[in-house]
Nanobody, 125 residues
Framework: QVQLVESGGGLVQAGGSLRLSCVASGRTFSTYTMGWFRQAPGKEREFVAAINWTGGSTLYAAFVKGRFTISRDNAKNTVYLQMNSLKPEDTAVYYC??????????????????WGQGTQVTVSS
């Protein structure tokens, strides 16, 4: 059974930074695309960023605009989301997700079949 556990969320002032981590169980972490999504109150879950299995390719939502960086350490079964220049509109629960087998780099939620419980990020103005 695959488990994804996020950490690193919290309360930060606008303009600040946070680094989210997601640790995955299982020995085949390195063969899957990993993604970050977020869901704000009253809104649908949306794509934030994704990284391919080697870490050599990444994909970002337009609203990231160079503020966020996704990375991974396959030796530690961990994917990261470095978030800089945070804005109040970034307030949401952030989820990491594992892509389906043979899924390429994608922003489509349906292409991810394992999800973490989420970590709350709150940005104050």
């Amino acid at each position: 059974q695959v488990q994804l556990v996020e950490s690193g969320g919290g309360l930060v002032q606008a303009g600040g930074s946070l680094r989210l981590s997601c640790v995955a169980s299982g020995r085949t972490f390195s063969t899957y695309t990993m993604g970050w999504f977020r869901q704000a109150p009253g809104k649908e879950r949306e794509f934030v960023a994704a990284i391919n299995w080697t870490g050599g390719s990444t994909l970002y939502a337009a609203f990231v605009k160079g503020r966020f960086t996704i990375s991974r350490d396959n030796a530690k079964n961990t994917v990261y989301l470095q978030m800089n220049s945070l804005k109040p509109e970034d307030t949401a629960v952030y989820y990491c997700a594992r892509g389906k087998l043979n899924s390429g780099l994608t922003r489509t939620m349906g292409e991810y079949n394992y999800w973490g419980q989420g970590t709350q990020v709150t940005v104050s103005s």
